[in-house]
């Protein structure tokens, strides 16, 4: 069945870059995605790849994805205190156009 | 366009009792989602709607769980009767375009 899996915490020190990964179980997925959660606030849409893409980069997100073996990673750089949320990693279901299926979130803090 | 909306964004109900969460979304999107979020099971899609038609009510848990989506503007999410374990935060979202679904900011039941 379908499954997305993250690591649950990350800690890193500002200024240095972040990197969060995910594995995912649908090789049929059409694109993927990274949400960004801050406490008590909605999931917030950083950036999608498309499934036949290697790297993408926006700002200072890069996305990275690997299809053979089904992983995703989120770099980003110069972390700063206000990235300090859950991220969470995503798949477009094949079951169902649009569905996503969603990993645990990884939550990342950021320390001076 | 203000984005997906949810009210209320905080309900306390007594157990038994009926919950009605409500949502407008995205003017033009012809995707709905309803989503809960627990820290025990992450996030779980519940229902979703395609051009105002249920498609896939596979993640409602149980028969005291109903979405309505009467009109392209409008979903409600019910539970009758509410029960302790259905506290959560419930997320709706919308899409018009499989590389982007928008979220709400989220109900937070609590139901005691």
């Known amino acids: 069945g379908e499954d997305v899996e993250q690591s649950l915490f990350l800690s890193v020190r500002e200024g240095d870059s972040s990197v969060i990964n995910c594995t995912y179980t649908?090789?049929?997925?059409?694109?993927l995605y990274w949400y960004k959660q801050e406490p008590g606030a909605g999931l917030q849409l950083l950036t999608y790849?498309?499934?036949?893409?290697d790297m993408k980069q926006d700002q200072r997100l890069t996305v990275l994805l690997n299809k053979k073996d089904k992983h995703l990673s989120l770099r980003i750089a110069d972390t700063q205190t206000g990235d300090s949320a859950i991220y969470f990693c995503?798949?477009?279901?094949?079951?169902?156009?649009?569905?996503?299926?969603f990993g645990a979130g990884t939550r990342l803090a950021v320390h001076p | 366009d203000a984005g997906v909306i949810q009210s209320p964004r905080h309900e306390v109900t007594e157990m038994g009792q009926e919950v009605t969460l409500r949502c407008k979304p995205i003017?033009?999107?012809?995707?709905l989602f309803w989503y809960r979020q627990t820290m025990m099971r992450g996030l779980e899609l519940l229902i979703y709607?395609?051009?105002?038609?249920?498609?896939?009510d596979s993640g409602m848990p149980e028969d005291r769980f109903s979405a309505k989506m009467p009109n392209a503007s409008f979903s409600t999410l019910k539970i009758q009767p509410s029960e302790p374990r259905d506290s959560a935060v419930y997320f709706c979202?919308?899409?018009?375009?499989?590389?982007?679904?928008?979220f709400g900011q989220g109900t937070r039941l609590t139901v005691v």
């Open positions: 979202a919308s899409s018009g375009d499989i590389r982007w679904t928008f």
């Open positions: 790849i498309f499934s036949n893409m």
């Open positions: 995503a798949e477009s279901s094949s079951g169902g156009y649009n569905k996503l299926i």
């Open positions: 003017s033009g999107h012809d995707y």
């Open positions: 709607f395609n051009n105002n038609v249920p498609i896939d």
């Open positions: 649908d090789s049929s997925s059409t694109y």
